[in-house]
């Protein structure tokens, strides 16, 4: 069965850090390219980032770069998101997910076959 389980959010002041984890299973991870996607109430789902465990190559909304880094340990099949100098506006749902590849659509929910469920981060000003 493939799973992804999202975890490590958590309530952090503005300007604060805090590391999510993707933990995969059911699937060829090398293979695979792993996204983030945030959702907060009554938004969009966007994307974050992404990185692709074929080559390592990593993309980054524009929202995020230079704050967030996204990194790959394949030995745990579980993927990072390390998450500096957060902002208000940061605050929502996180979602990471999966697809066979790189990370060329990584911005669109339709790419990605498989979704884990989640974690808050809520960020306070």
């Known amino acids: 069965e493939v799973q992804l389980q999202a975890s490590g959010g958590g309530l952090v002041q503005a300007g604060g850090s805090l590391r999510l984890s993707c933990a995969a299973s059911g699937f060829t991870f090398g293979d695979y390219a792993v996204g983030w996607f945030r959702q907060a109430p009554g938004n969009e789902r966007e994307g974050v980032t992404c990185i692709s465990n074929r080559d390592g190559s990593t993309y980054y909304a524009d929202s995020v770069k230079g704050r967030f880094t996204i990194s790959s340990d394949n030995a745990k099949n579980t993927v990072h998101l390390q998450m500096n100098s957060l902002k208000p506006e940061d605050t929502a749902v996180y979602y990471c997910?999966?697809?066979?590849?790189?990370?060329?659509?990584?911005?669109?929910?339709?790419?990605?076959?498989?979704w884990g469920q989640g974690t808050q981060v809520t960020v306070s000003s």
């Open positions: 997910a999966a697809n066979r590849g790189y990370c060329s659509y990584y911005g669109s929910v339709e790419w990605y076959d498989y």
